[in-house]
């Protein structure tokens, strides 16, 4: 284990994180983390728990880990638009190539309606960018 612990550590859940403050027990090498707050990630929330106080530091470091696990969480998310469109480049090649007339009457129908939907969302949007982009006439 590392010599050099950190001052919290965040156990992360769904919408954000609980966070322990760490301390080393030298006398009988055991570590002691103690929940001091929990964390939500949408709204930037910390709430103090067990009636804990909070230095201004401990506050700081929080609000540092939050930005970053925002900044992690949406490069995620890219992530995963780009491999939906790798997904979607695959699919089309099976059902150009391999795909069997009952494996396409399986997922036809949930797929045109998912494409469909997805289409009508990107061009509002688009829509909404150019429109918001084009010059204001007074």
């Keep these: 284990m590392s010599l050099s612990l950190p001052n919290l550590f965040f156990r992360v859940k769904e919408n954000g994180a609980t966070v322990f403050r760490v301390t080393a027990e030298t006398r009988q090498n055991r570590l002691d983390m103690t929940q001091v707050a929990t964390v939500n990630i949408r709204n930037g929330d910390i709430k103090v728990q ?7 530091t401990e506050r700081t470091e929080i609000e540092a880990w939050i930005e970053t696990r925002r900044a992690v969480l949406d490069a995620r998310h890219m992530d995963d638009v780009h491999r939906t469109v790798d997904f979607l480049n695959h699919t089309a090649q099976w059902v150009q190539s391999r795909a069997t007339d009952d494996q396409l009457e399986e997922i ?7 494409m469909h939907d ?8 688009k829509a909404d960018r150019v429109m918001a982009a084009r010059p204001k006439d007074d």
């Design 50 to 56: 067990n009636n804990k106080d909070i230095s201004d």
């Design 108 to 114: 036809t129908d949930i797929l045109l309606l998912t």
């Design 118 to 125: 997805l289409r009508s969302l990107l061009v509002r949007k």
